[in-house]
């Protein structure tokens, strides 16, 4: 007697088929058409006619006088903001989880709730905010400063400062998502693990470094590689503080900005949408390898060390 086929699961189709057709609309078909069109350059004889020249849009990127020094630049200054963001943001964030999810801490929600409210504020509006704060003739930080005996200076208009102020400001904004992350972690922990350790004397330090911290790492890698991604797609704050050419003199260009400012044109320069489209690859190339990095490293030694 032979057993019957199972009916194909068509009713996955119909579940999955309204998200899969609305992201491939919205999310795969632009980076495709965008990694297509880095392909192609205009014409000489009609600039409004694009012939296909390879990967000379990139040569160009990586080696032409004119393009590798705004390219360079901006890729270094986005590691400098990725940096101040996983050695800033993350471990303020993890500290501040460890606090809030502690039964030590009284008015726990109402806290979590003011550090997480400045992440859904508009960037306009945090940018505008922080010019006033920190503006050394009226602003409030000059104020502050002069209370330690110091002196307000420009932040935002010195190239050696702007970028690390920027990151800094963009680290008060988004601090609450990696606090929220790390929160459910920690509260997602066995109780009677916790328990076990206490019992055995270890103290509040020996706790979270020896039982907390290695159950949560797969928390921190998420947390990182979601840094990673965020941080080399950062474009809205710069623009808004900066503009479109990142002062001082590109001090804080960043690789969405360069973008920005090469695909639709600013001010005198006019737009170059294959060359921009060329920045995007690399962009996604960047990213890409960063993602590679952390799932065939990170994620599969700690797997291997959970199994």
């Known amino acids: 007697m032979t057993t019957p086929k199972k009916a194909f699961p068509t009713h996955i189709i ?3 088929a309204p998200a899969v057709i609305i992201y491939t609309i919205f999310m795969i078909y632009p980076l495709v058409d965008s990694l297509r069109l880095s392909l192609y350059a205009p014409t ?3 600039p409004r006619v694009e012939a296909f020249v390879g990967l000379a849009n990139y040569q160009k990127l990586l080696t032409d006088p004119l393009w590798a020094p705004r390219l360079q630049g901006a890729i270094r200054n986005n590691f400098v903001f990725f940096i101040v963001h996983m ?3 993350n471990p303020i964030g993890l500290l501040l989880a460890t606090l809030l999810t502690s039964k030590v801490v009284r008015f726990r929600t109402i806290f979590r709730t003011l550090i997480f409210t400045p992440t859904i504020l508009s960037f306009v509006l945090v940018g505008f905010i922080w010019q006033i704060i920190l503006n050394p003739l009226w602003g ?3 104020d502050i400063l002069g209370l330690v005996g110091l002196d307000a200076e420009p932040w935002l208009g010195l190239e050696s400062a702007a970028l690390p102020v920027m990151s800094l400001i963009s680290v008060w904004q988004f601090i609450g998502i990696p606090m929220m992350l790390f929160s459910a972690a920690l509260l997602n922990l066995p109780d009677e693990i916790i328990e076990a350790a206490r ?3 270890a103290t509040a330090w020996g706790v979270f470094w020896r039982v907390k911290f290695p159950l949560i790492l797969p928390t921190v890698g998420i947390v990182g590689v979601l840094t990673f991604v965020g941080n080399f797609n950062a474009f809205d704050l710069v623009y808004t503080i ?8 590109f001090s804080t260009d960043l690789l969405g900005t360069f973008f ?3 695909f639709f044109g600013f001010q005198l320069q006019a737009g170059n949408p294959t060359m921009g489209a060329t920045i995007a690859g690399v962009m996604f190339l960047i990213i890409l390898a960063g993602v590679v990095i952390y799932l065939f490293g990170w994620q599969r030694r700690i797997a291997r060390v959970e199994y």
């Open 242 to 249: 900066a503009g479109g050419l990142a002062g001082p003199n």
């Open 260 to 262: 920005y400012r090469t």
């Open 44 to 46: 000489p004889d009609n």
């Open 140 to 142: 409030i930080a000059g």
């Open 14 to 16: 119909v579940f999955l």
């Open 87 to 89: 050695l800033v943001q």
């Open 199 to 201: 019992v055995d004397g």
